[in-house]
């Protein structure tokens, strides 16, 4: 049996590695258009990989994922954080945690990609580099497709993993959408997800490089977001992991949005009024800044038209009031996700259409499904290679068991 794997990303490796260690008899050949394997595994987290998470439970793993999450339940169950873990140890990568995190000890992305070359040369996988694929055609059992010049290759199994639209620079254009939608699938509304804002207040512009450990983030449009997690500003809007979080949960919202910026999460609005109060005597700007960085709070002040050299006992009530909602309820008008500037993409082949247990179509038979491709994203944090990684391992297993 002839198996081809389309696309050399995260999914692709392992679906080919997992094929590939089963010393089966199969042929397998993995067409990638890039020159190399893995662009983007080589480049997550920050070229160190954050290849997986240090979360065990599968209940909590899954609340990590905002789209797919109940689909996914099985291959996470089967190829999860942990076994993710021993699979690259066993494989010659050591590994690190650093809070939920894991990243290679000597954190070279590049290093993970090696691991997987060295089990293709090891077990003779063909790995077809500068090929894109043109076309896929189902020709009775056998599955035809066309390379640049003409060149056809037939097989009887097809896994794609061709990943999103994010990172385009990587390779990863889309084109597997369209090879889906070729052999009768539906694709899911398409949005970039964890993502940065450009915003409208250019206040905002002023704070590029101040970060807070610790805010509440909320959408409504109409539906309501919310996330708890570190910010950063930057010359453009706003950035960070809860800033990444946020737009992947409301990733098919469309902008302009307003953002809801809980800044003293810990504390209610009544008991941040009260401290605010408390000493008459102390300047406004000291007030605020026990709560924000001084920068912000110049910033904050001068946005909502209040002298920040003012003493406590000089202001009345209403201002009080003002600079509490802005504490705690400061609103953020997001104009727009930074062009270009998506993680992964949310959206894809529809769920339905595939067993959550194999990653067969349930359209095409044959066919499989793993990684970015699918309807299913996380949040940052190793996320969303541990869903490459679980189900690019499923679709290897079922591709040589399904016979």
Request: glycine content about 8%; aromatic content about 8%; overall charge positive.
């Amino acid at each position: 049996m002839k198996i081809a794997i389309i696309g050399g990303g995260a999914a692709g490796m392992m679906a080919a590695a997992t094929i590939a260690e089963k010393n089966s008899k199969d042929e397998v050949v993995l067409i990638e258009k890039n020159t190399r394997l893995g662009r983007k595994v080589v480049i997550s987290g920050g070229g160190r990989c954050n290849l997986t998470t240090s979360t065990k439970d599968i209940k909590e793993l899954l609340k990590n994922y905002p789209r797919g999450a109940k689909w996914l339940r099985y291959s996470m169950h089967e190829f999860g954080p942990q076994e993710t873990y021993k699979w690259f140890e066993d494989n010659g990568i050591p590994l690190k945690t650093e809070g939920k995190r894991v990243f290679p000890k000597s954190d070279k992305g590049i290093d993970v990609v090696y691991a997987f070359t060295t089990i293709f040369s090891d077990n003779n996988v063909l790995v077809k580099y500068s090929k894109a694929v043109e076309e896929i055609e189902k020709v009775g059992t056998k599955f035809v497709l066309t390379l640049p010049e003409n060149q056809l290759i037939e097989v009887d199994k097809v896994i794609l993993t061709t990943g999103g639209s994010a990172y385009s620079e990587t390779g990863s254009t889309g084109d597997g959408y369209y090879f889906a939608k070729s052999l009768g699938h539906s694709v899911t509304q398409l949005s970039p997800s964890l993502t940065s804002f450009m915003s409208k207040e250019k206040w905002t512009h002023n704070l590029a490089g101040v970060s807070i450990e610790k805010v509440k983030l909320k959408i409504a449009a109409p539906s309501k977001y919310e996330f708890e997690g570190p910010i950063l500003f930057t010359h453009k809007g706003i950035t960070g992991p809860a800033v990444f979080a946020i737009s992947a949960l409301s990733a098919h919202e469309k902008t302009p949005l307003t953002l809801f910026i809980d800044l003293v999460p810990d504390k209610d609005y009544d008991s941040v009024k009260n401290e605010i109060s408390k000493d008459p005597h102390i300047s406004i700007s000291k007030a605020v800044a026990k709560y924000i960085p001084k920068s912000f709070t110049k910033e904050l002040l001068k946005s909502i038209q209040i002298d920040p050299t003012k003493k406590i006992r000089e202001i009345g009530k209403k201002d009080i009031n003002r600079i509490s909602e802005s504490l705690k309820n400061l609103q953020i008008t997001l104009a727009s996700r930074t062009p270009g500037n998506e993680m992964v993409t949310a959206g894809g082949v529809d769920l339905k259409e595939i067993d959550e247990k194999t990653m067969q179509s349930k359209i095409c038979p044959g066919l499989y499904f793993a990684g970015e491709i699918l309807d299913t994203d996380g949040f940052t944090g190793g996320y969303n290679l541990q869903n490459a990684w679980s189900t690019g391992r499923a679709a290897g297993n079922s591709a040589i068991n399904d016979r």
